[in-house]
């Protein structure tokens, strides 16, 4: 009898002691230099620690990376340098102290001396604040399929005219490298080397290396424990391009280290989260337990678009990066991961017609699976990568049906499938500090973006623009902003009354999206969750 009443005493101040916790990030603060100012990147990261209880420092958005500016490095290094003391972790992308931002890597004048001289500044500043660990990020530069026009992709002007062949003509470089060309590749490559202007070339390859010398530079800065974490995402890579053969490189480089301590992944959007995540769960001692469930079909092989690795590599790596430690789901699993892809292990577009609520072969079995651990009381986050850039109508709309949607902790799918596992898992496995309600809001946040926007509105509101009054277009909406934003916020309102059920006690008010960078890409969405 006493052995059960103490044991009941121990259970009560067990539930006491988390009921009545003070937030783990309390009287702490993180300083965070994004990639740039998107929606996603600034104010949904920092939310995320700001739940916890962190403050979090950022630098004031007029020396961010923008639509209209790159970027300042030399301010973003002042403000760095007089914000750091105290801080208990600096989460620092490399692009933007070397660029300004990740559009300002893209297309930028800098000499290799001018890049190098910026990059050594991490050396001082750990020299100057020694006991503040830095979780530094940085993105090895994409390489565009298509050409697009200076300032809107960001890439040199002429990529506009022969970025199609510069892509494939990496791509077979890339491929050469890791096995045979046949002929007719052979062949295929000898004219393209002919037909692309070689001062474009060497410009675009030298543009390139520059960039690669700074990141074996933060290799060696990690190496010698100047970093406590240096993650490098290859942005927007696929199979056999010059991402991928520069990620390759990079990785064979970073090897003697350990992806403990130094790691090179797909993805760049994510990365900020992820080491957040890190620095967080470094701050408090934890080392997150994360089990991994993936849809029958295709499942853990799928190579999405979009990426140079399969999802389960990106979900290891990810679950590495942020802190976490892979296991078998049992019972000792602090958050159980489940992975939405196709049964053909195709990634389609959310954002284009076919997206439809009608179940497809995996989509019930994998709703299954989310039952069985919801009702196990699994701490569960949904990684929805069947379609890139935006939800699956059929998951969600069977998630809706079985009342799933508040019951898992986090969700996850807005953008290509590393950005959209990264940020999913760096988010995710933090909620177990987290109160309902504000574990309810992240997850609204989510679907808001997601599937309200990425995956319906935005597609009706970007078929109406050419009727709106005023000059604009989809990737400038000039004139037509104010409309856009109204029209958006009122569309999303209409879906979400039709399609999203609160708990119990709780009422939306104000939601409001808006287009910071003026352009129907992504969003910015704002609201209010009160409880009756």
């Not at 490098?232 to 992806?259: C, I, N, P, W």
């Amino acid at each position: 009898m006493k052995r059960k009443i103490f044991s009941l005493v121990l259970i009560l101040v067990s539930v006491t002691t988390v009921a009545f916790a003070a937030p783990i990030g309390q009287g702490k603060k993180i300083l965070y230099i994004p990639i740039d100012n998107r929606p996603i990147i600034l104010k949904q990261t920092v939310d995320v620690a700001e739940k916890l209880g962190y403050e979090v420092l950022v630098p004031p958005d007029e020396i961010l990376g923008s639509r209209e500016s790159v970027g300042d490095p030399e301010k973003l290094w002042d403000w760095l340098n007089e914000n750091a003391a105290g801080v208990n972790a600096a989460v620092i992308s490399t692009d933007a102290m070397l660029y300004g931002s990740l559009a300002g890597s893209r297309e930028n004048d800098l000499t290799e001396e001018e890049i190098l001289s910026r990059a050594k500044r991490f050396a001082a500043f750990k020299e100057k604040f020694p006991y503040v660990p830095i979780y530094a990020f940085a993105t090895i530069m994409r390489t565009p399929r298509m050409g697009s026009a200076a300032g809107v992709g960001r890439e040199p002007k002429y990529y506009a005219t022969y970025g199609t062949h510069i892509f494939r003509y990496t791509a077979l470089k890339d491929k050469a490298e890791i096995e045979k060309l046949t002929r007719k590749e052979q062949k295929e490559l000898a004219e393209l080397e002919k037909n692309i202007p070689k001062e474009d070339l060497e410009d675009w390859f030298q543009r390139r290396a520059r960039n690669h010398n700074a990141l074996k530079y933060f290799a060696d800065l990690a190496r010698e424990y100047k970093f406590a974490y240096m993650l490098f995402g290859a942005d927007d890579s696929s199979d056999y391009s010059q991402t991928h053969l520069e990620s390759r490189h990079l990785a064979e480089y970073v090897k003697d280290m350990g992806k403990a301590h130094c790691h090179v992944m797909s993805g760049a959007d994510e990365l900020g989260i992820l080491m957040i995540s890190r620095a967080v769960n470094r701050d408090i001692g934890e080392i997150p337990m994360v089990a991994v469930k993936y849809n029958e079909g295709r499942g853990a092989k799928t190579f999405p678009r979009y990426g140079n690795e399969t999802i389960s590599e990106s979900v290891d790596g990810a679950i590495l990066a942020a802190g976490g430690f892979r296991i078998n789901i049992d019972n000792r699993a602090d958050f159980v991961v489940a992975v939405n892809t196709n049964y053909d292990g195709k990634t389609l577009e959310a954002n284009l017609p076919g997206n439809f609520t009608t179940p497809r072969k995996g989509t019930k079995p994998f709703v299954k699976i989310l039952k069985d651990l919801t009702e196990k009381n699994y701490s569960v986050g949904v990684i929805d990568v069947a379609y890139a850039n935006g939800a699956d109508n059929a998951l969600m709309d069977q998630m809706r049906i079985n009342d799933l949607l508040f019951k898992i902790r986090a969700y996850g799918g807005w953008n290509t499938a590393s950005n959209s596992s990264g940020f999913l898992i760096g988010s995710g496995i933090l909620t177990r500090w987290m109160d309902n309600r504000d574990v309810e809001d992240l997850l609204l946040t989510r679907y808001f973006d997601d599937w309200v926007y990425q995956a319906n509105v935005r597609r009706v509101v970007t078929d109406m623009l050419p009727k709106l009054p005023g000059t604009g277009a989809k990737a400038s909406l000039d004139e037509k902003a104010a409309k856009v934003d109204a029209l958006t916020s009122e569309m999303a309102i209409k879906f979400v009354a039709e399609n999203i059920h609160l708990p119990q006690g709780y009422l939306l008010r104000n939601i409001w999206f808006t287009h910071p960078w003026n352009r129907m890409y992504e969003a910015g969405v704002s609201f209010e969750l009160i409880k009756e």
